[in-house]
């Protein structure tokens, strides 16, 4: 059994999300910033098709293209200069060279990381621009930002504003609500929590703990999808480019938001608490990716989030500087294992043998609880034989 052991220091950088709502004016200037940074996106990535098509007519005659964010930020004074594109000089620059390194980064990935080939940006998808520092700061709670009459009022909640950040990301959502990220950073609270619990992921239940405590799965996507299908159709009936096709379409996405925004409250709360009353948690690694290629399963894992559960766990547990997640390796017997006497069954548990019992020892188990304590003593193992104390993810491979 090998081991992969993580540790990391006390400080750490956090995204602080906030509403905003701007007047009349700043929408229009944000607008016009969001069109700006979407117009040189989408340039640089037709040019960089065009040169990179060139070559590979006459490889001869034309250099090889080469892909950097210096090169493509090298562009926007000829731009700037054009008569045609002058009005990207009273745009904030920042933003517009933060647009280039987005466009160099889309090909990186591409190459490099196999991730799909680079698409041109819309206006009708998430609009969003960069500010630095520099360029924006906050006054007396309000959100000032470079070449943007007055200042933009934020909803703040319990949460109080970073006073020093590094840079921030206004965006505008598919229902037309405004957000504003800063990146700050931050030194996490130190949790205490002192038990062990074991998790076992699943769709009748989202989560089983080893302690027998059971979290419905809520499927809000199921609960919404009737309405979701009524607003769907009344949006292809609308003609394409009216006004009341583009209220339809805001209902849409508003309707997706707040689906969206539940489980993500779920999750949130769910997670933090775990994190917050335990000195260890042990979980599975599973893979979402490949179970989502079930098409009878794919909707409902996706409505689970089983993915979205792991990753607030990692970075949760990390900011946590006291609990120490233990990750199962996916091929892990943690259900095909007694947690009494550790012996296997002589036939493989079907997936609808929801309770057994062990021809060993005689204990009598429910399926999920008896994989959430396999993964908890697992927990217990590992977070007793670690030799860094500051280690806080632990990857458990066979």
């Known amino acids: 059994m090998s081991q992969h052991r993580s540790s990391f220091g006390g400080q750490f950088q956090k995204g602080f999300k906030y509403r905003l709502y701007p007047n009349q004016t700043q929408q229009r200037y944000l607008a016009q910033v969001f069109g700006a940074c979407r117009y040189v996106y989408n340039r640089q990535l037709a040019e960089q098709q065009t040169a990179y098509q060139l070559w590979r007519s006459n490889k001869s005659h034309y250099p090889t293209p080469l892909v950097s964010a210096f090169g493509f930020i090298l562009k926007l004074p000829q731009w700037k200069q054009d008569p045609e594109t002058a009005w990207l000089a009273e745009m904030p620059s920042q933003s517009l060279q933060q647009a ?3 466009a160099a980064d889309a090909f990186k ?5 196999g991730h799909g080939y680079p698409k ?4 009708k998808g998430r609009q969003s621009t960069h500010y630095t520092n520099q360029t924006s700061s906050i006054r007396d709670g309000r959100l000032f930002l470079s070449k943007c009459s007055g200042t933009i009022k934020i909803a703040v909640d319990d ?10 990301v206004v965006s505008r959502s598919l229902s037309g609500k405004y957000y504003v990220s800063f990146t700050a950073n931050y030194t996490p ?22 302690t027998g405590e059971v979290l419905p799965n809520p499927r809000y996507y199921l609960q919404a999808q009737r309405k979701l299908g009524r607003l769907q159709r009344q949006l292809t009936k609308k003609q394409k480019g009216s006004k009341n096709r583009n209220k339809a379409r805001q209902r849409l996405t508003t309707a997706y938001e707040r689906v969206s925004n539940l489980r993500s409250n779920t999750l949130h709360t769910f997670t933090t608490s775990l994190i917050r009353e335990h000195q260890a948690i042990g979980i599975e690694d599973l893979n979402v990716k490949g179970m989502m290629r079930n098409r009878r399963l794919a909707k409902h894992i996706g409505d689970a989030s089983w993915g979205e559960i792991s990753r607030q766990l ?3 547990a990390v900011a946590s500087q006291h609990c120490t997640l233990v990750i199962a390796d996916p091929f892990y017997p943690s259900t095909q294992t007694c947690s009494c006497c550790g012996k296997k069954p002589v036939q493989r548990l079907k997936l609808y043998e929801r309770r057994w019992t062990c021809l060993y020892c005689g ?4 399926r999920d609880v008896n994989a959430a ?3 908890k003593q697992l927990a217990i193992r590992e977070h007793d034989r670690k030799s860094d104390p500051t280690t806080r993810i632990i990857l458990v491979t066979r």
């Open 109 to 113: 990935q591409f190459f490099r990381r």
């Open 189 to 210: 609270e130190k949790t205490s929590g002192d038990k062990f619990v074991g998790m076992d992921l699943g769709l009748t239940d989202l989560a089983t703990l080893s």
């Open 120 to 123: 041109f940006r819309t206006r």
């Open 373 to 375: 304590e396999n993964l």
């Open 159 to 168: 949460r109080d504003l970073p006073p020093h950040f590094t840079q921030c």
């Open 314 to 316: 990692k970075y949760k």
């Open 363 to 366: 204990s009598e188990h429910q």
């Open 100 to 102: 280039c390194s987005h």
